[in-house]
């Protein structure tokens, strides 16, 4: 080799330089080889365990918290139900969360790579992605709901406590202006109605009851629309007759979806460093704001009466096996289970981390939040009920009925009503916006983890792809007729029957799959201890045979759902099961498809769809390493060197 030429080579130039003439001169060798090496962009880890757990209790406590436990208490026995509840909560809701924080900090990858310990199963992962796509793309509409809600509050008067405002009809009447209701006046021969026109007006009622009428003011739903139901329908939503009208879009609720879904871009887009600051806002605010709304709830008149509705047992609903079923319905979908968001939150621990404890302390604070809420929430119905002399019964509501309609309407009658409805709705969007930014995060750590060389060096531009592409569809339901086609995405894309049966095979993928023994020997490897025999049995047993009783006894006792007394058609029922089919019917195609893709005989498919496709030990403390064979080299250049 001449002076001023290069003393190192390519490893491609050096195989060429073998071929030369003069290859086999010594002198001619050059004195190193160098090769570029493709090494993954690094991967991020959480700043402080307290980041970490409010990230869990951010994305697992939300609006169901609110919105849905209470009324599935009262409604199934009060007191009584949450004998079936808790019961869940131990054998599926906290041994479910456990494998699921767990198995991510074990894998440190998000929810589609952590299948390489039992190939056949990645389906679960695929599947999981896309109800998380989809629920990420339809929760975010309530959110815009209550954002529109919110931004309505800030004025003197609040817009749905009056029938004078543009959008009102000529039936238009509020429950609490009893004394413009008609009386219905009858005896035994005689029946007729009179209104009278104020408060003061009761001559001509008088008289009639002395001439022996019996008079009784009754608000009559089919005759008068309350303006909170008004606005709802006539302004916010401006409801078509049904899902074949989807109208014009509300460019209304288009910005202000629009608005969340830059909110929640921005509380993710640099990663789980910067997640972890924006939880300690959008996890501790609530529980602040609940607290304010339990003072005030607690100190009106009435709110007994709703508290006794919601507390006190009725074992006889035991019985009843609808109670048992909404139970375990209701623990396997405010746990946040199956939708992948759970292993990418654990996979950005530390391995070390004792997530054993932290599993169950956000499981319990999750419970334990729904209960909370129902006293806030049952309070203030029982003083709406005592306003309006209804029994509580008739006023309790559940999902956007409670928060859009019940709640704002008991609003209007505290004293400094816009500020108790601007507390209400700010906290209804902070319990929101983090279970949205949250499994947002789940969807795209599985996605990124996925490709890391290709997408994380532009994690910032995919993420804003998705977000745009997810806001597109979401605004299919902020047309005249979107509340319809909410109402198929929320009944069919990510919950029922198909969550239940992807938390189920999931279940079956880590204990039956993998192993559960093999599954301990990696718990005992991050905490130094094998956990309790208990989990095992629930893991093997009690899990999955809960998983898939529920979703059969669901399937057995399926109706098509109506949206107040709309009923759907038979094609948007057909496009709900074409949603749930996308995300479900994976997990049976991926396996047929790997099966018969893989060569060899049976035995040896078998063998390697269910064995682990990653290495059985470490010799190391820390993470596990890559799915390589080749252990990436790290240099300042990036170039490796033999």
């Given at each position: 080799m001449e002076k001023g030429e290069k003393e190192t080579l390519e490893l491609n130039d050096y195989y060429n330089h073998q071929n030369?003439?003069?290859?086999?001169?010594?002198?001619?060798?050059?004195?190193?080889i160098e090769t570029k090496v493709t090494e993954e962009p690094p991967r991020?880890?959480?700043?402080?365990?307290?980041?970490?757990?409010?990230?869990?209790?951010?994305?697992?406590?939300?609006?169901?918290?609110?919105?849905?436990?209470?009324?599935?208490?009262?409604?199934?026995?009060?007191?009584?139900?949450?004998?079936?509840?808790?019961?869940?909560?131990?054998?599926?809701?906290?041994?479910?969360?456990?494998?699921?924080?767990?198995?991510?900090?074990?894998?440190?990858?998000?929810?589609?790579?952590?299948?390489?310990?039992?190939?056949?199963?990645?389906?679960?992962?695929?599947?999981?992605?896309?109800?998380?796509?989809?629920?990420n793309t339809y929760y975010i509409v309530v959110l815009a709901w209550t954002l529109f809600y919110l931004f309505s509050s800030f004025t003197a008067t609040l817009p749905w406590s009056?029938?004078?405002?543009?959008?009102?009809?000529?039936?238009?009447?509020?429950?609490?202006?009893?004394?413009?209701?008609?009386?219905?006046?009858?005896?035994?021969?005689?029946?007729?109605?009179?209104?009278?026109?104020?408060?003061?007006?009761?001559?001509?009622?008088?008289?009639?009851?002395?001439?022996?009428?019996?008079?009784?003011?009754?608000?009559?739903?089919?005759?008068?629309?309350?303006?909170?139901?008004?606005?709802?329908?006539?302004?916010?939503?401006?409801?078509?007759?049904?899902?074949?009208?989807?109208?014009?879009?509300?460019?209304?609720?288009?910005?202000?979806?629009?608005?969340?879904?830059?909110?929640?871009?921005?509380?993710?887009?640099?990663?789980?460093?910067?997640?972890g600051k924006v939880v300690y806002v959008t996890a501790l605010f609530p529980y602040f704001l609940l607290f304010c709304l339990l003072i005030r709830g607690v100190t009106l008149p009435g709110a007994l009466e709703g508290i006794k509705f919601y507390i006190v047992p009725d074992m006889s609903r035991l019985l009843d096996s609808k109670c048992w079923l909404d139970a375990a319905s209701q623990v396997l979908f405010s746990y946040g289970l199956g939708l992948g968001s759970l292993i990418a939150l654990g996979s950005y621990n530390k391995y070390h981390n004792n997530i054993y404890k932290d599993a169950v302390f956000i499981s319990i604070l999750n419970s334990c939040t729904s209960i909370f809420a129902g006293f806030v929430i049952f309070s203030v119905v029982g003083f709406m009920?005592?306003?309006?002399?209804?029994?509580?019964?008739?006023?309790?509501?559940?999902?956007?009925?409670?928060?859009?309609?019940?709640?704002?309407?008991?609003?209007?009658?505290?004293?400094?009503?816009?500020?108790?409805?601007?507390?209400?709705?700010?906290?209804?969007?902070?319990?929101?916006?983090?279970?949205?930014?949250?499994?947002?995060?789940?969807?795209?750590?599985?996605?990124?983890?996925?490709?890391?060389?290709?997408?994380?060096?532009?994690?910032?531009?995919?993420?804003?792809?998705?977000?745009?592409?997810?806001?597109?569809?979401?605004?299919?339901?902020?047309?005249?007729?979107?509340?319809?086609?909410?109402?198929?995405?929320?009944?069919?894309?990510?919950?029922?029957?198909?969550?239940?049966?992807?938390?189920?095979?999931?279940?079956?993928a880590v204990s039956w799959g993998y192993g559960v023994n093999r599954f301990y020997e990696n718990l005992k490897d991050m905490f130094g201890f094998y956990p309790s025999y208990f989990w095992k049995i629930c893991w093997v047993v009690t899990t999955p045979a809960i998983c898939f009783g529920v979703a059969v006894a669901r399937i057995v006792t399926f109706k098509p759902f109506t949206y107040d007394s709309y009923e759907f058609p038979t094609w948007a029922h057909c496009f709900g099961g074409v949603l749930a089919f996308s995300s479900i019917g994976i997990i049976p195609i991926f396996m047929i498809i790997t099966f018969f893709t893989t060569g060899g005989s049976f035995s040896r498919r078998v063998k390697v769809l269910f064995r682990p496709d990653l290495p059985a030990t470490r010799n190391t403390p820390g993470p596990p390493p890559p799915y390589s064979v080749i252990p990436p080299f790290s240099t300042p250049d990036g170039v490796a060197r033999v």
């Amino acid at each position: 080799m001449e002076k001023g030429e290069k003393e190192t080579l390519e490893l491609n130039d050096y195989y060429n330089h073998q071929n030369t003439p003069n290859s086999n001169d010594a002198a001619s060798i050059p004195k190193t080889i160098e090769t570029k090496v493709t090494e993954e962009p690094p991967r991020e880890s959480w700043s402080g365990k307290t980041e970490f757990v409010l990230s869990c209790v951010g994305q697992c406590i939300g609006m169901g918290n609110v919105w849905r436990f209470p009324y599935l208490c009262y409604r199934n026995g009060g007191g009584a139900f949450l004998i079936p509840y808790f019961l869940t909560v131990v054998f599926v809701g906290i041994p479910m969360y456990f494998m699921e924080l767990a198995l991510g900090q074990w894998s440190s990858v998000g929810g589609l790579s952590v299948w390489k310990i039992c190939p056949i199963f990645k389906g679960v992962g695929f599947a999981a992605t896309m109800a998380a796509f989809w629920l990420n793309t339809y929760y975010i509409v309530v959110l815009a709901w209550t954002l529109f809600y919110l931004f309505s509050s800030f004025t003197a008067t609040l817009p749905w406590s009056t029938c004078e405002n543009p959008w009102n009809s000529p039936q238009c009447l509020s429950e609490y202006e009893r004394f413009k209701f008609p009386y219905t006046c009858s005896n035994d021969s005689y029946s007729f109605e009179t209104n009278i026109t104020s408060a003061e007006n009761l001559t001509s009622i008088t008289e009639f009851t002395n001439r022996g009428f019996k008079c009784v003011q009754l608000y009559e739903s089919e005759q008068f629309i309350s303006p909170v139901k008004e606005f709802w329908e006539r302004n916010v939503l401006q409801i078509s007759s049904g899902i074949d009208e989807p109208g014009d879009v509300r460019w209304q609720l288009a910005l202000t979806l629009l608005t969340v879904w830059i909110l929640c871009y921005f509380c993710i887009w640099k990663g789980v460093q910067w997640t972890g600051k924006v939880v300690y806002v959008t996890a501790l605010f609530p529980y602040f704001l609940l607290f304010c709304l339990l003072i005030r709830g607690v100190t009106l008149p009435g709110a007994l009466e709703g508290i006794k509705f919601y507390i006190v047992p009725d074992m006889s609903r035991l019985l009843d096996s609808k109670c048992w079923l909404d139970a375990a319905s209701q623990v396997l979908f405010s746990y946040g289970l199956g939708l992948g968001s759970l292993i990418a939150l654990g996979s950005y621990n530390k391995y070390h981390n004792n997530i054993y404890k932290d599993a169950v302390f956000i499981s319990i604070l999750n419970s334990c939040t729904s209960i909370f809420a129902g006293f806030v929430i049952f309070s203030v119905v029982g003083f709406m009920a005592q306003e309006q002399g209804k029994p509580v019964s008739s006023v309790a509501a559940s999902g956007p009925g409670l928060a859009f309609l019940a709640y704002p309407s008991a609003v209007i009658q505290l004293p400094i009503s816009p500020l108790w409805a601007i507390c209400f709705f700010l906290m209804m969007l902070m319990l929101g916006l983090d279970s949205q930014f949250v499994t947002m995060e789940g969807f795209f750590t599985a996605i990124i983890d996925e490709f890391p060389r290709i997408l994380r060096p532009y994690r910032e531009i995919f993420i804003a792809s998705v977000c745009f592409l997810s806001y597109l569809i979401g605004l299919s339901m902020v047309t005249h007729g979107g509340m319809y086609m909410f109402q198929i995405f929320d009944n069919y894309a990510a919950s029922g029957i198909c969550l239940l049966l992807l938390i189920f095979f999931e279940c079956i993928a880590v204990s039956w799959g993998y192993g559960v023994n093999r599954f301990y020997e990696n718990l005992k490897d991050m905490f130094g201890f094998y956990p309790s025999y208990f989990w095992k049995i629930c893991w093997v047993v009690t899990t999955p045979a809960i998983c898939f009783g529920v979703a059969v006894a669901r399937i057995v006792t399926f109706k098509p759902f109506t949206y107040d007394s709309y009923e759907f058609p038979t094609w948007a029922h057909c496009f709900g099961g074409v949603l749930a089919f996308s995300s479900i019917g994976i997990i049976p195609i991926f396996m047929i498809i790997t099966f018969f893709t893989t060569g060899g005989s049976f035995s040896r498919r078998v063998k390697v769809l269910f064995r682990p496709d990653l290495p059985a030990t470490r010799n190391t403390p820390g993470p596990p390493p890559p799915y390589s064979v080749i252990p990436p080299f790290s240099t300042p250049d990036g170039v490796a060197r033999v």
